[in-house]
């Protein structure tokens, strides 16, 4: 059977029970854990893990009856885009061990399931998307949960309305991208807002940027803050020549690149070209 990794993001990070439950629940399976850390500011927790299909299905299925039981989207506050408990599901073939139809359908029936057993509409996005709605992740975001309840949905699978205590989640399998942050010593949100805003203003006009994705958060709890970035198209965006731009800016707007971070993994073919983000080799797949 072919080989997936799973990049499930839960709209918890505070409940360090719950935070630790989720790691220790993924011991359980035969599969792979590259990553499963929870952040109080964007209050999300993201676990990266990989196995055999069947094997990756059934512990996504344990994750969700722990998390489901414990997150209610009513009181969550953070400073991360979601729109629900599981907010995005993002699938990625490994090693080229299953034809994209066959990993097409296999995310599909999950995504079916788990709709099914809690009543929960799915979107389907990037090379799962069937045409039903926008294919991105940002436009299917929009207004973020409590979103929501102004419009009627139009989910591949579910209920037209959202769960009140889930949201709603978004599946899909995907190509491989970098989801990185850098971390500002400055205190102020401004530094981080602007430079996130040049970078997707430049997404069109200079190849460095092309897929970027940005966005400037506070981190309170630390006193900093933050632009995270996803990089949608890695094989042409290398990340040192982003973070030596990102460095070069913030030392303008007074301040400066504290800490880099991988979020999730990352394909061993992009290692190279990011030298300056920090991760450990249980990130880097093949």
């Given amino acids: 059977m072919g080989r997936l990794v799973c990049i499930a993001n839960w709209s918890e990070g505070r409940n360090n029970e719950t935070v630790h ?12 854990v590259h990553y499963a850390e929870g952040d109080w500011d964007h209050n999300r927790t993201v676990t990266a ?24 989207m009513r009181s969550h506050r953070g400073v991360h885009p979601r729109i629900g408990a599981l907010d995005v599901c993002p699938f990625v073939i490994l090693q080229d061990s299953v034809p994209v139809h066959e990993a097409k359908a296999f995310v599909a029936d999950i995504a079916e399931k788990i709709s099914k057993e809690y009543k929960l509409p799915i979107f389907l996005y990037e090379l799962s998307e069937t045409g039903r709605h926008a294919a991105d ?3 299917l975001r929009k207004g973020q949960y409590e979103g929501l309840f102004e419009r009627r949905l139009q989910p591949d699978f ?32 401004a530094e981080a807002v602007k430079i996130a805003a040049i970078i997707r203003s ?3 006009a200079d190849p460095r940027f092309a897929g970027v994705r940005a966005l400037g958060f506070p981190l309170k709890s630390r006193g900093i803050s933050q632009v995270s970035m996803n990089l949608t198209m890695p094989d042409k965006t290398p990340v040192d020549p982003i973070i030596d731009w990102v460095k070069d800016l913030a030392s303008d707007l007074g301040t400066k690149v504290s800490e880099t971070e991988l979020v999730g993994v990352i394909h061993r073919r992009h290692v190279r070209t990011a030298t300056q983000l920090a991760f450990v080799g249980s990130q880097i797949l093949e």
Avoid: Y
Avoid at 21 to 32: D, G, K, M, N
Avoid at 49 to 70: T, Y
Avoid at 158 to 182: C, E, Q, T, Y
């Fill in 137 to 139: 992740l940002p436009s």
């Fill in 158 to 189: 579910g209920p037209a309305h959202p769960n009140p205590k889930l949201g709603a989640s978004v599946f899909g399998l995907r190509d491989w991208l970098i989801a990185m942050n850098l971390n500002l010593a400055a205190w102020t949100t």
């Fill in 202 to 204: 430049m997404r069109t």
């Fill in 49 to 72: 893990f990989s196995g055999e299909m069947q094997h990756v299905a059934e512990a996504l299925m344990n994750l969700c009856d722990l998390a489901f039981a414990r997150i209610d």
């Fill in 21 to 32: 439950a989720l790691r220790e629940a993924l011991t359980w399976h035969p599969v792979s």
